[in-house]
Structure formats: structure tokens, C-alpha cells
Nanobody
């Protein structure tokens, strides 16, 4: 079965950086229709952050655009999220997600992801 395992979270001070990793097992990460990063803070809903599409398209939501960068290393079967200039509001559990191919076309969409990692905690202090 497909497995996604996040790592790289931790506690940092505002302005610091972290690089999250999402290791894919039992599947070639390059074959996913989409892969993305999400986060969820206590008492808040799931928030999409960034995605990579199988056609090469990359997108970041405005809240993190310019600070966070999604990327992937197919040789390592790993998705990354480089997070710079971290703010206290970035504190959340961060999740990696993936969508396997189907008949649908179009951009990556939060409702379409069908595999999720266990999450890695990011805590940013002021």
C-alpha cells in the first residue's frame, strides 16, 4: 500500500527555517497526479499550502507564496517543503498528501487527495 511519511518538523523561532520531507513508499512519486502539503492548527480547518501536478505545474497559496517552496526529488521518492521566514501563525501539524491518477483532468484540488501522511508538528515561537 502507498505510504507517505513526513519528517523535518520541530520547534523554531520566528524568522527561522525548516525543510519538511515526505517519503513515498510502495509507489513512484512521479506517478502521482498531484502531491501537496497541508496544515492544520488547533481549532482550525485543514489548509492547503502548495501542490505539484504531474504535468509539472506548481502552485502555492498566497499565504505562503514567497516563503514556502514545494519541490520533489524523484530519485529519492520524496516531496519537500522548504519553509523560510516562519511566523508564529505557521504553527500547525503539517501533512503530505497525494492523489493517484484517475479519469479526471484539471488542477490539483484539496478534495481529490486520497493518500495522507501522519503529519509532522511545526511550532514557531515569537
Amino acid at each position: 500500500q502507498v505510504q507517505l511519511v513526513e519528517s523535518g518538523g520541530g520547534s523554531v523561532q520566528a524568522g527561522g527555517s525548516l525543510r519538511l520531507s515526505c517519503k513515498v513508499s510502495n509507489y513512484n512519486s512521479s506517478n502521482f497526479y498531484c502531491m501537496g502539503w497541508f496544515r492544520q492548527a488547533p481549532g482550525k480547518g485543514r489548509e492547503g499550502l502548495a501542490s505539484v501536478h504531474s504535468d509539472g505545474g506548481i502552485a502555492h497559496v498566497d499565504a505562503v507564496n514567497g516563503r514556502f517552496t514545494i519541490s520533489q526529488d524523484n530519485a529519492k521518492n520524496t516531496l519537500y517543503l522548504q519553509m523560510n521566514s516562519l511566523k508564529p501563525d505557521d504553527t500547525a501539524m503539517y501533512y503530505c498528501a497525494a492523489e493517484t491518477p484517475s479519469q479526471r483532468v484539471g488542477v490539483c484540488h484539496p478534495a481529490k487527495y486520497n493518500y495522507w501522511g501522519q503529519g509532522t508538528q511545526v511550532t514557531v515561537s515569537s
